[in-house]
């Protein structure tokens, strides 16, 4: 049986990641300096690889290693 929700029971919904961000973005426009807030919100992407190449994988049907010589 589900439980029953109420409307000051806010704990129970979790918005999902996109609408957060809206919502935070809308909350803060009027803020002096938002600027830097957002940067710390919305960070910028940054490649996990560092500038190595991705693993290409093959059909061999050997075992592969992600790393060879």
Do not use: C, D
């Amino acid at each position: 049986m589900p439980q029953s929700e109420h409307v000051g029971e806010v704990n129970l919904y979790h918005p999902p990641t996109h609408v957060a961000r809206h919502i935070i973005q809308h909350a803060i426009r009027n803020i002096p300096n938002k600027q830097v807030l957002l940067e710390k919100l919305n960070p910028p992407k940054y490649n996990r690889l560092f500038g190595l190449k991705p693993h290409v994988y093959n059909s061999s049907g050997k075992l592969q290693f992600a790393f060879q010589n």
